[in-house]
């Protein structure tokens, strides 16, 4: 009774540190460039203005345009369930593995596609073939790295590996730090961010995320930046999960949970800071230059597994 | 006496219709002495295979269920032929292709050679054998060369030529047989019963085998011309695509299998000398390669009936491999091969007549959406072709699938398989051809609609045989086969 | 003996048919083969005494030696050929490849164990060589008529094997040989007329327009 | 209850070959009353949704207890006899047949007066009936005869089906190029069979299994058999008739060739390596394996580079037999290596199969209503659809979702087979580069599978939203009822398949039970009413499904409680302040664009940009023209050349036939002396 509460509390937490993830980005990147930025709560106060707002929704635009905001929300929601953030444990671990969390992404994804395209503006096609283009590379990427991660454990079940994994202390393999390089490659591709993406900018040239939810306003714009700050902790809680998963509480009392909730937010700051130095660091990419990101991903995952493999 | 009257008939009836006055007269003439020439030959084979072999006028004639099984052929494609022949002769006058002189020739050639093909089938004695295979050739050159143009002269002259030196060759081999024959029992037995099928058709007779081989070979080209293995084939396109389309129908429904029937014979008693390991490659290599050497004709063939013709050539290497692969189940493979080609390529002689005669021409690039010009040859024209190149629910798929297994059975995967090829081949060759003229869209000319009742109704059955048996094959018949396998396998002691 | 030395002479004079230009003097050269036959029959049947070679001597010198030969004859003066022969070949070298022909096929048959057929086998090298002639004479001929004429001189060549090997065929098949022999010869003749009809020629030059 | 049961079984003897009766009836009545074909239509609809109820219920009732024996015929000769029985294995098949055989003759009871007074519907019917007849007398054949004699009905009957419209364009060459290529496999098959016969001296499978044949054959047979049924199942390079036919066929038989005809395919090869064949060594699963994932990679990115619809549908069931093959290709390695993992990836190969059936035939369904509707294929004309035909939006949104593989439908479940099988493969491969090979696949299966979703956001934004790119689109109007009635209830059982996985998974586990050498896949997989267990993860998708359902209801509360009620206004979509017309919006081309550019080194697009200058003056053009697409690779170098240079010899070759009478007479002496030669010094 009481682990389920714990791992409903997980689910909550995700949802509700989301947008100050987000806001601490955009602190600290501002703090690198010597601007002084908005405020961390930022993120909070526009969610709210949107929610409060009247939405103004295209005439082109059928059904599937209204839908697609609940949807995402959901199917991010679905995959929150799944990942451990600060438990080994998560609230539907038997529901699914890593397989399905991505297909959750995946499901999301294609409907922000279709709205995108639903609108009949440009921008927001060429936003989702953007969106397509660049995902369906990195999945191949991602798939294989899963498996590099998977493979010690020796399942997908993530609770499992995360558990494994814990047992296992620190690695010194060669193939596990691949393995970590190749997931943030793809946790940066995923997440929107620069140097593929940027999330900032609206300019039809640069944007790929941004494209198809440009038509949106209101509620739905806010269930959609909501839930894409939710996917962004949760893959950065997944790297965590994979790469790191020290100090997740084993079992469901007080204190090892507030541990695990206290590492939980230094494992945030600690990817937040490294993301926000890279951002400033880098230019974005054409977006024909992105494959060949993706790719050295996919062939560093494949010298882990090989290495895997010989050791 | 039933072989007498069988030869008779169609002779007497031959004459009548010489003289008689009158198309209509003609007709009727024909078409009862075809019906009754039918029915006494379809009695006969009932008989034998009721009572197996029979003989007539002392030793003369002898029918056995080798013979019988051609002779149904003859039966039942003679008599759907004579049946085309009225609407397409009437045609043909209407056209002012042929004049009544012409058509009587027509007629009175069209039953003497029946009647000479009748012979083949039920004649004892293997030189006459040889005798009224001479005389299919000169009987049908007659009816080759009917049409007043340079190319039926042409072909028929080919035809005779190539023919009567095929033939002439096999001469010497049935010399040469009956001379070691003679050399070896003629004390012993009446010479003039030497030569005859009931005689040599026994196992326990050995002649002089080297003398035995020499006349084989004699006999497996001479005859192997008239029955078209590649390369001796060249005179069969030219008279086939020449011929009046029954006669068509006839020459490579029939008479090529009569040919065939003698060429299996002479093996057989060949085969009690010599073995049958020094026949059976002879029958493989030539089948094999009328197969091979049918397909590049076929492929950039342009005239109509000349493809029909090649896949004749074609489905004969098929049948000779048959042979060559040999036991039980090979030579039954062979029986039923012949009699459903038999049916489909006569059903598609006479549906490619009424193609030529709707369209004026043979060039098939001439002939376009024929499904819908003729709404009942078209599709059964379609139907023929899937058949001949042994599609299912079609018979000689069946037939072909026995000759496949009986081939692997029979220790000869590879020649089956190079004939597998082959014919599927073919099969891409003549479907491709096949549906350019089939499908599409008609031009204006020519308008929709068959010719006649008496240029489609025959094609049904033929039509009917070549599906009813592609499902099911009544045990009558394939008791016959059984019986024809087994005189053959009887003969060939291995 | 005798027939041996008759088979030499026919080979001889089938070769002489390959060596002569005119048509006529090969139609001639024919009918006197032919006549040769019918004699060595009938000197056989003095042999043998038997009364179907009598018959069959007979029927050789009617059919073959004066029927035959006079309907190609007729043919050929209905027809009024204008120029001789035209063969594909010049004579030398036809002559000398069908001498060629005949040793080949010497060679070959002498292989062949004949013993056990007897001693008047040795007719039958000259029989197929007399095949091979008649084949090559239909080969390198031009005027269809020659064809028919090559397709008597191998019907005779095989009816002195025939002969030489056991009096004969049996006597109906034989019958029925001289029959065939005969109506296609009338056959021959009629094709020939009606090409000279319509190409007004009878070389076989026009009869190439079935191709393919 | 004890009465009952004797009544199914009963019915379990008779209803397969009840269900054959039943369409052979109804093709005559087709033929029959083809003079008015109210009544003859009416008839053989009645009789093929029986039947297809009847097989559908004969697969569920052949799915347990043992061999059924049909029928049996004798034939004329030893080996001619017609053998018609049910196996577990086969019964599987005979039920996705059912299923999709009913659907499509629901459909065409609207789809059909397409073509009233154009042509011959009581033919077309008649042909569909022979259709469904041939494929399950292909998995009722329990020898070789009926086997190709069912094989190859089928390949006839199709290739009418095909011809159907003859008139058209392009179809006459279709019906051709596939008819020849399933023949050419066919004659594989028949010697694969033969070979087989040789050693187990037996026409039936039921004897053939026990034969023990030496490796080379066991290896022959096996490449006969990838050829054959490569064939049929389109693996590249043996594709080319595949895109061809299938679109050319009126849609219901599309749907039908590409959701059942091609698991005929999938059916004989399992056939092969499963019963026929003693397990093998590990390079057949290798090579099949490469084969599957080439395919499937050559599949989709054809159909990102189309712009028909149904040939781009065409496309992608290339890619999912493709996928399919990927599956026993890790099936067969792992039975090569006597691991029970083989039961896993055979499960994903079953329940993929099955899954494909179902979406296919819908989408097959769906592109056929919108061709119908808008008289177009051509996704760049189409549209905006969404608003005339609504329900037929919505059951095409399900199909897509299923081919994208999205929770919570069945394109899901199979995914996930597949994709823990081949991570067992990863895990514990039996050698380390058989691992590494697993690793590739998943890379592969995962480009795959992320190209699919981007193909089914292509293939229903295009068709359906956005604005209506021409006239005939903007005059769409919805499906008729029975059209609707049958993609609904197609659209319904993907989900169902997806949501309770027992529908098929479970059917699996039965079947795999019994298939030789799984008695242990129950311990490899466990499927419960709601969830499907490996032994290395479990999913329950009903969990999955629920979970998102409250994940949308937890998104409109939490919206609700934050945001209160707020309005919804309607406006225009922003467009840099010019009105959006409907050439303005993205095309199908335009939205795959990306695709083309990344992979040209693979595809070679071929674009042309034709500008229509101004004559008065340099600087501007009235129009452009941009045409981009990619060129048939394979056809061009390997199988044109092929067929030019078999034509090219034909023509030389018949030279030697010149009409020269002599030179007859001189091939006959020629072969004369030639044998007398060989017969001589031989």
Known sequence: ?311 | MLPLWTLLVPVATGAICYAAKGTRLIERVHLLGSTVTSALALGLVWRVSGEGTLTALGQFFLVDALGAVVLAIIALVGWTASLFSVGYIRHELQEGTLDDRQVKQYYFWYHLFLATMLAVCMVNNMGLLWVAIEATTIVSAFLVALYRKGEALEAAWKYLILCGTGIAIALLGVILLYASAVRTLGDAHDVHGLLNWSFLNNPDIRLQPGVVGLAFVFLLVGLGTKVGFAPMHFWLPDAHSQAPTPVSALLSGVLLNCAMLVLIRFAVVAGHTIGLDEIRPLFIGAGLLSILFAFPFILVQQDLKRMLAFSTVEHMGIIAVAVGIGGAAGYAAALLQMFNHAMAKSLLFMAAGNLTQKYGTKQMARVTGALRVLPFTGPVTLIGVLAISGLPPFSLFTSEFSVAAAGFAGGRPWAVAVMLAGIALIFGAMLFHASRMMFGAPREKPAAGELGRWSTWPLLLPLAFVVVFGLYVPPAVSGLIRQAAAIMTGGWAS | ?212 | MDESWRIWEHLRLWLPGGALALLALGACAAFLFSGHSAVGRRLAHGCSALAGAALAASGIGGLSGGTLTVAHIRGALPFTDILLRVTEFSAFFLLVIGIVGLAATIYAAGYVKEYEGRKSVPLLQAGMLLFIAAMAGVVMAGNVFTFLLAWEVMSVVSYFLVMYEHERPGTKRAGFVYAVMTHIGTVFLTIAFFILRHYSGSFEFARMEQASLPASAQSLVFVLALIGFGTKAGLVPLHIWLPRAHPAAPSHISALMSGVMLKTAVYGFLLFTLHLLQPGPVWWGVAVLALGANTALFGVLHALGEVDKKRMLAYSSIENMGILFMGIGAALIFLAAGQKAAAFALAAVLVHAANHALFKSLLFMGAGAVLKAAHTANMNRLGGLIRRMPWTALFMLAGALAMAAMPPLNGFVGEWLLFQSLFALGFDGPATLLRLAGALAVAALALVGALAAFLSVRLFAMTFLALPRSEEAREAREASLSMRIAMGLLAASCVAAGVLPLVFAGAVQNTLERIAGFSGASSMLEVSPLAIAGADSEIAPAAAGLLLLCGLAAAWALARAIGGKTRTVRGETWNCGEPLEPRMTYTASGFSKPIRVAFQRLLLPSRVLYVDRDPRTPYFARGFTYTGQLPALVENLLYKPAMNLLVAGARLFRGIRNGVVQSYLLYLLATLVLILVWRIWR
């Open chain 1, 1 to 311: 009774m009481r682990d389920i509460l714990f791992e409903l509390l997980q689910l909550v937490v995700i949802v509700l540190v989301a947008p100050l993830v987000t806001g601490f980005i955009k602190k600290t990147k501002a703090l690198l460039q010597g601007r002084r930025g908005p405020r961390v709560l930022q993120p909070y106060y526009d969610l709210y203005k949107y929610m409060r707002k009247d939405a103004v929704v295209s005439k082109a635009s059928s059904w599937i345009f209204t839908a697609t905001p609940y949807v995402v929300f959901g199917a991010t929601l679905a995959a929150a369930a799944l990942v451990p953030v600060f438990m080994r444990d998560s609230l539907f671990s038997f529901t699914g593995d890593l397989v399905l969390l991505v297909y959750l992404f995946a499901l999301a994804r294609f409907f922000i596609a279709m709205a995108g395209v639903d609108t009949g503006s440009s921008f927001g096609a060429q936003g989702a073939s953007r969106e397509m283009f660049v995902s369906s590379l990195a999945e191949p990427a991602l798939f294989v790295t899963l498996l590099a991660a998977a493979l010690p454990a020796g399942t997908t079940h993530l609770s499992s590996i995360v558990a494994h994994a814990a047992e296992r202390g620190w690695p010194t393999s060669p193939a596990f730090y691949m393995m970590v390089v190749a997931f943030a490659i793809l946790v940066i591709a995923e997440t929107g961010r620069i140097p593929v993406d940027n999330p900032d900018t609206h300019l039809e040239l640069t944007m790929i995320h941004e494209g198809p939810i440009l038509e949106y306003s209101g509620k739905s714009l806010a269930l959609l930046q909501w839930s894409a700050s939710i996917k962004q902790v949760l893959l950065f809680a997944l790297l965590a999960d994979l790469c790191f998963p020290w100090g997740l509480a084993a079992s469901a009392d007080g204190p090892a949970v507030l541990a695990g909730l206290a590492v939980f937010a230094v494992k945030m700051a600690a990817i937040g800071v490294i993301v926000s130095c890279v951002e400033m660091s880098t230019a974005k990419m054409r977006l024909f230059k992105v494959p060949r990101l993706l790719g050295a991903a996919l062939v560093l995952s494949l010298f882990a597994l090989t290495a895997e493999y010989l050791m």
């Open chain 3, 1 to 212: 003996m005798m027939l041996t030395a008759t088979s030499v002479i026919l080979v001889i004079s089938a070769l002489l048919l390959v060596w002569v230009k005119s048509i006529m003097s090969s139609i001639k050269i024919l009918a006197l083969q032919s006549l040769f036959l019918g004699i060595a029959c009938l000197a056989l049947g003095a042999q043998t005494g038997s009364a179907e070679v009598y018959v069959m001597a007979v029927l050789t010198i009617l059919v073959k030696a004066i029927l035959i030969p006079y309907i190609l004859a007729a043919t050929m003066r209905k027809i009024n050929i204008r120029r001789e022969a035209e063969k594909y070949i010049g004579r030398g070298v036809s002559l000398l490849l069908a001498s060629g022909l005949v040793v080949f096929n010497y060679v070959v048959t002498e292989r062949l164990d004949f013993m056990l057929l007897g001693s008047e086998i040795q007719t039958l090298p000259h029989a197929v060589s007399m095949l091979l002639i008649g084949l090559f004479v239909m080969i390198t001929h031009k005027k269809a008529i020659m064809q028919g004429i090559g397709l008597i001189v191998i019907e005779n060549g095989l009816f002195l094997l025939a002969l030489s090997t056991a009096l004969g065929m049996p006597f109906i098949v034989e019958i029925g040989i001289f029959l065939d022999v005969l109506v296609s010869v009338i056959l021959i003749s009629i094709l020939s007329y009606r090409m000279d009809q319509t190409f007004r020629s009878i070389s076989t030059d026009w009869l190439r327009k079935l191709k393919g």
